[in-house]
């Protein structure tokens, strides 16, 4: 299950994790891939969705959760990690266009109760992407 804000690079991520190449689509549904569920941003951005959220990991097998590090503000609900029984993973994507934000962002990730390793995603670096999905995918 990946979820994160609108525009901070979530279905882009989900279609390298699938292996999907075609043209990115925006959409207020779930979307279930090969290998993950998308979790539309609505349902982050307003916290009455949070019980969608919970009860859709049930199907997961882990929890992706993203943090845009070109402006990293605060989206998530403190200890919302807490909220699933499934192993929940951080990534900070976008950290090329404000690499001042990394330290905020991995506060941002403790407080919401996400444990290390955390993985960091910038265009044009397949390194943190590469790494991510091998980590998801074992």
């Known amino acids: 299950m990946v979820i994160g ?4 690079g979530k279905t882009t991520i989900v279609n390298y994790l699938n292996g ?14 090969e290998n993950t569920m998308d979790i539309p941003s609505s ?11 919970i009860a859709l990991a049930q ?5 992706l959760i993203l943090l845009d590090g070109s402006n ?11 909220l699933f029984s499934k192993p929940v ?6 950290l090329d266009l404000n690499s001042k934000n990394k330290e905020k962002c991995i506060k941002q990730l403790k407080r919401i109760g996400v444990n290390e390793p955390y993985f960091l995603i910038e265009k044009n670096d397949e390194v943190g992407i590469k790494m991510l999905k091998e980590y998801l995918l074992k």
């Open 5 to 8: 804000p609108s525009r901070c």
């Open 20 to 33: 999907y190449n075609g043209p990115l689509r925006r959409t207020a549904d779930v979307i279930y891939g």
């Open 43 to 53: 349902y982050i951005e307003n916290s009455w969705m949070y019980k969608h959220i």
């Open 59 to 63: 199907d997961a097998s882990k929890i």
């Open 72 to 82: 990293c503000t605060q989206v998530y609900s403190e200890g919302f990690a807490k």
């Open 89 to 94: 993973i951080g990534a900070i994507t976008k």
